[in-house]
């Protein structure tokens, strides 16, 4: 376009609006997109829980190898529970489902270690950054549920 010349205005109606989606749609901040199970397969009291806790179960349920390497500080160790992922999971079934265990749906320590795995995963950290981070958040709150 010549110096001086302006560009017609149903050219701006046009591009306007183009420019200002294209600049709030780039590409995801995350450098990893998590694994997560389907809401559907989960019983009923999680599908009617809040979205962190449902999220929770969903990436706990997706991710055992992560979640078993995470420790809990909410006290579950004295009912047994020896990772963040048994705050979600029980264990199996003979027939090989799994048995969802409830004590993560009361429990806010529990979800807001996973919420806060599934954030730091997000930004590309690994396990052992992120148990460091959960270690020092968290070890406040009360015992360990892992050596």
């Known amino acids: 376009?010549?110096?001086?010349?302006?560009?017609?205005?149903?050219?701006?109606?046009?591009?306007?609006?183009?420019?200002?989606?294209?600049g709030c749609s780039g590409p995801d901040s995350s450098s990893e997109t998590l694994k997560m199970s389907s809401l559907a397969d989960l019983p009923?009291?999680?599908?009617?829980?809040?979205?962190?806790?449902?999220?929770?179960?969903?990436?706990?349920v997706a991710?055992?190898?992560?979640?078993?390497?995470?420790?809990?500080?909410?006290?579950?160790?004295?009912?047994?529970?020896?990772?963040?992922?048994?705050?979600?999971?029980?264990?199996?079934?003979i027939a090989g489902s799994l048995k969802i265990d409830s004590h993560a749906l009361g429990c806010s320590i529990c979800v807001d270690i996973t919420q806060d795995t599934m954030r730091l995963m997000k930004e590309g950290k690994a396990v052992p950054e992120i148990r460091l981070y959960i270690d020092q958040t968290y070890a406040q709150y009360g015992p360990t549920n892992m050596p």
């Open 1 to 22: 376009m010549a110096p001086g010349k302006k560009l017609p205005y149903w050219l701006v109606l046009v591009l306007l609006p183009s420019l200002f989606i294209a």
């Open 63 to 93: 991710n055992p190898e992560v979640l078993s390497q995470i420790p809990c500080y909410c006290g579950c160790g004295a009912i047994g529970h020896t990772s963040n992922y048994a705050c979600y999971v029980a264990g199996e079934s």
């Open 44 to 60: 009923a009291e999680v599908r009617s829980a809040p979205v962190t806790v449902q999220q929770a179960y969903q990436f706990a």
